[in-house]
């Protein structure tokens, strides 16, 4: 508590934990490489340097506030400080910038630029080190790291997983997975996280734009896309539009210009997620077996439990993500010559999430022998995509999907934050889809952006107790707890990254500032509430489902068979 | 694959020090001093006992210059490289033990196992300078030809 003074004008304080917060929430913005708000405090990158009165300087993210303090942020002494700090990392870094990835979107090239940074002094005695492109979902090029460790902190404290350490000292350190392995030969999920963290090039997507061109090229080929629930309020904010508003119409616009022969919408294989999985969790209930039941929508979380905790493996949902389902009905309803008309289909999948591409790869992502998803594109390739086709996004008309998979319900599309899942299930178990009912389920402590939350309810006689995490080191502590017997759940929902898909890893990243799940969570919410139908099991295209053309053949198209 | 003795030998040692993270590096010490190297398999197998990440482990262990994923030769000639040495001809000393042996700043021990060659920030001994080390003996106020005499001497021990 107390008063700061900032470049000349009195600021109060109450509790923030370090001077840089305090600065930023007074509108200031002092450059940052290393400070995430949601990591522990690094202060590597020292260009948050401030001076006092006294012509002291320290970092500001380290520094905690005290009141009568009188700083300063922009002093000539402080600009020539950074603009060095700048030049020196700029000395060992990959200039490559136009062929970069990260390009326009880069925090040092950004800062080069703003401190007039137009020569190098100094030349890089680094060796060129191998660009990592092992992985489907991540690329790391070391040459390109200047070793803020935000990659190293979110994979262990966030994602509790650690694959990417420190390694070596001095000018010889990097950042990389234990002996130099490849990130495909360690137990990295693909989540992405570190990534959306990443404030230069040394971690990007692992992007397939090409091949999608190539494709939408090919007059013999039906192109047909599913978007996810968490891209359609990410995507407007690249191109001007509020944050977090809800532009699918756009989008299914966009596409249908950019040559995509149908558009749908992973809603409604949410829905078919739901009816599956909660068939699968009275069933398990009724028999008393492998409880707690776990969600396995995230392909990152079950890659988590089979590398760390094999032994729930069982406990896993056999249903197929949404994704894979819908890819798996995409190419049965295509296999019929009839639809078919003698193109070949080919199904691109548009998701917030890095991991979706991995996903995409296994062993079990195929059915009759046939590769369900093409390829994974995320959002932020989409974005790409759509300025590449020279589409003014602003001014496009909002489009419906295509049948006849066009339909979701407001239940599938509050799949994309962390406990939409569960709740959709709810909705599905409970009576009634009057308002009251519904909202009786919204506040039973499914909704929040708490890293864990539980609750339970009572069903058939019945209480029945629900754990929702999302953030992997979260997961890992329920599973501890469950394991030791600490804590009893029949269902426990996780998803990998913190806040649910919404902040997955391929939504588009402004770097280092906050990132907003709230914005784009209440995106969602808002799109559930213009729905008129709440329930899956009241999506019409479900009765279609089991009792049309894909009679009989749920089984095979919607779940996984490995043991 | 290591050898199951390996692993016994490295439960003895975690036995000695303790199942917890602060142990990792007189463990990896003892290891090094038992096989003159840290073999990668068994930084993962200390890991994985002590409760920490094989990252994390890795991080420590290519921090500090001492610990080696190389089995290193029956001498390890340390030829210090600190400023009081490097001032009084240390680079000659080195360069003249890398070309008789055949080693260079990327390969530092030799095929027969019998030689390695690095350096060292400072062995504390600048009085000495420019010194080097074989095994636990020093040597000091080194020249390229003292080195190659040494090595004669060194082969002949066998």
């Known amino acids: ?18 001077l840089l917060t305090i600065i930023r929430k007074a509108g200031i913005e002092v450059p940052t490489l290393c400070y995430q708000p949601e990591l522990s405090v690094f202060g590597a990158c020292r260009l948050c340097t401030v001076e006092d009165d006294r012509g002291r300087c320290f970092a500001s993210c380290s520094e905690e506030p005290r009141d009568g303090m009188v700083i300063y942020t922009h002093t000539e002494r402080l600009r020539k400080h950074r603009k060095l700090i700048i030049e020196l990392l700029l000395a060992a870094h990959c200039r490559d910038c136009t062929t970069c990835d990260k390009h326009g979107k880069c925090t040092l090239q950004k800062l080069a630029y703003q401190h007039g940074v137009n020569t190098i002094r100094f030349a890089n005695h680094r060796e060129e080190r191998p660009v990592d492109f092992s992985s489907p979902s991540i690329v790391r090029d070391p040459n390109k790291c200047v070793l803020c460790g935000n990659c190293v902190r979110v994979c262990s404290e966030i994602q509790g997983i650690g694959v990417l350490g420190f390694t070596h000292r001095g000018t010889d350190a990097d950042v990389s997975p234990a002996f130099n392995k490849k990130l495909s030969e360690t137990n990295c999920v693909s989540c992405g996280q570190c990534r959306v963290v990443c404030p230069t ?53 966009a596409l249908h210009r950019m040559g995509f022969d149908e558009v749908f919408d992973t809603t409604y294989t949410a829905d078919l997620t739901i009816m599956e999985e909660s068939a699968e969790f009275l069933e398990r209930v009724a028999k008393g077996e492998k409880l707690p039941l776990l969600t396995s929508c995230c392909p990152a979380w079950v890659k988590f439990v089979e590398n760390e905790f094999p032994e729930f493996k069982p406990n896993v949902s056999t249903c ?16 019929d010559e009839a639809n078919a008309k003698g193109k070949k289909t080919y199904v691109v999948s548009i998701m917030p999430c890095t991991a979706k591409k991995m996903e995409a790869e296994r062993p079990d992502a195929y059915t009759y022998g046939e590769k369900d998803t093409d390829i994974v594109l995320t959002t932020s390739e989409l974005i790409r995509m759509i300025d590449a086709a020279g589409i003014n996004f602003e001014n496009m008309p909002s489009e419906a999907c295509d049948m006849p998979f066009g339909i979701g319900s407001g239940g599938g599309v509050i799949f994309g934050a962390t406990g939409g899942v569960t709740e959709a299930v709810l909705r599905r178990l409970v009576e009634g889809h009057d308002p009251h009912t519904l909202e009786a389920i919204a506040e039973c402590g499914v909704r929040g952006d708490q890293g864990i939350k539980e609750f339970s309810i009572p069903y058939n006689g019945i209480e029945v107790k629900i754990c929702v995490a999302s953030g992997l080191a979260n997961a890992r502590k329920v599973l501890e707890s469950v394991k030791s017997g600490e804590k009893e759940y029949h269902f426990i929902e996780i998803m990998a990254c913190p806040g649910g898909c919404v902040m997955g890893g391929g939504q588009p990243t402004d770097g280092t500032k906050v990132r907003r799940a709230e914005t784009r969570t209440k995106g969602l919410y808002a799109t559930d509430g213009t729905m008129a139908i709440k329930k899956s099991n009241e999506n019409p295209l479900m009765d279609l489902f089991y009792n049309g053309y894909f009679k009989g053949k749920a089984h095979e198209l919607l779940h996984n068979h490995h043991e | 694959m290591l050898d199951q003795s390996y692993y016994q030998k490295t439960d003895e040692i975690i036995e000695r020090y303790g199942r917890k993270a602060a142990a990792l590096i007189p463990i990896m010490q003892d290891i090094q001093a038992e096989y003159r190297y840290l073999p990668a398999e068994l930084l993962t197998y200390v890991a994985k006992e002590i409760g920490i990440t094989e990252t994390k482990a890795y991080s420590v262990a290519t921090f500090y210059e001492n610990f080696s994923f190389e089995a290193k030769g029956k001498y390890v000639i340390k030829v210090c490289d600190g400023t009081a040495c490097h001032v009084r001809h240390s680079t000659p000393v080195l360069e003249a033990l890398w070309k008789e042996l055949g080693l260079s700043k990327k390969k530092h021990t030799t095929d027969d196992m019998m030689f390695t060659v690095e350096t060292v920030s400072c062995l504390g001994a600048c009085g000495l300078a420019p010194t080097m080390m074989v095994n636990e003996q020093v040597y000091p106020s080194m020249t390229p030809e003292k080195a190659l005499a040494l090595i004669e001497q060194l082969r002949g021990n066998g």
Do not use: C
């Not at chain 1, 107390?2 to 370090?18: H, L, M, P, R």
């Not at chain 1, 993500?321 to 296999?335: C, E, G, N, T, V």
């Open chain 1, 201 to 253: 090039g040394a971690l990007t997507i692992h992007h397939n734009m090409t091949d999608v061109w190539q494709a939408l090229g090919d007059k013999n080929t039906r192109v047909v896309a599913q978007i996810a629930p968490a891209v359609r309020v990410a995507v407007g904010e690249a191109f001007g539009l509020p944050k977090g508003e809800n532009s699918m119409g756009k989008i299914v616009a």
């Open chain 1, 320 to 335: 197929r993500s949404p994704q894979q389902m819908f890819s798996a009905i995409l190419k049965d309803y295509y296999r």
């Open chain 1, 1 to 18: 508590m107390g008063f700061i003074t900032i470049n000349g004008k009195k600021v109060e304080f109450t509790n923030e934990k370090n």
